[in-house]
């Protein structure tokens, strides 16, 4: 290894071992998928916030249940994870009851229908917390490989030199600890946005569920 006063970041990265460019490699590339899916789930998940709380002001304004399903049906794609479950729940709820099931049925088989979708919507929003759970967990580590290895070949290059200095080991380690910065910077944010989101649909999904319990007392008294 080139001894080497140069202790530029990009000159330590390029002066690094192939492994050790190798483990800073995938590190950043494992770092630019993170800051991807952070900036889809906080999209993703603002959106859903927005679209079931508004859908809540608009359901207990005291709107007409049929009008708001037919808003529902017709843009689906464009309505919140709240709206969808009450379109599904109202959908069988119209559906047994035009059959003219039994009261407890007709509840709970829209109980069920809201049920899955829910599922389903939960589902969608914890799509891929799982990576980042995995990036802030692995990523420190993959950066220690990568000093190790590194440290180790700064110290083996020491063997063919009479007299070890600082001015000898301090590029090498240099370069080697580099890999650790860029592991934890793949690793921190991670972390912070998996805990954030986390908690984040954690709180939609309590809101969502209080919704389908109300919304089944409802369904409930109109059967009266």
């Known amino acids: 290894m080139p001894i080497t006063q140069d ?28 800051w991807y899916w ?26 007409d249940l049929n009008q708001l399903f037919e808003s529902a049906s017709h843009d689906r794609h464009n309505t919140g994870p709240m709206e969808r479950i009450f379109e599904s729940g109202y959908r069988e709820f119209t559906k047994l009851r035009a059959k003219n099931a039994d009261h407890g049925t007709i509840v709970n088989g829209a109980r069920r229908a809201m049920r899955a979708t829910y599922q389903r919507e939960v589902d ?23 000093t190790v290895w590194g440290i180790m070949n700064a110290f083996r290059g020491l063997s063919n030199v009479s ?3 600082l001015a000898h080991v301090a590029p090498g380690i240099a370069e080697a600890l580099v890999a650790t910065a860029i592991g934890l910077f793949a690793a921190i944010p ?23 319990e109300e919304f089944s007392n409802i369904l409930h008294r109109q059967l009266r």
């Open 7 to 34: 202790l530029s970041i990009l000159s330590l990265i390029a002066e690094a071992s192939l492994l050790v460019k190798l483990v800073m490699a995938l590190l950043a590339v494992v770092s630019f998928m993170s």
């Open 38 to 63: 952070i900036f889809r789930k906080w999209f993703s998940i603002g959106r859903a916030r927005r679209k079931s709380l508004a859908f809540e002001r608009s359901f207990w304004s005291g709107g």
């Open 124 to 146: 969608e929003l914890e799509a891929h917390l799982a990576f980042l759970a995995s990036v802030g967990s692995v990523s420190p580590y993959v950066g220690l490989f990568g």
């Open 163 to 165: 007299s070890a200095t």
């Open 190 to 212: 991670a972390v912070v946005a998996y805990n954030r989101f986390a908690h984040d649909i954690d709180r939609l999904s309590i809101r969502l569920e209080s919704f389908m």
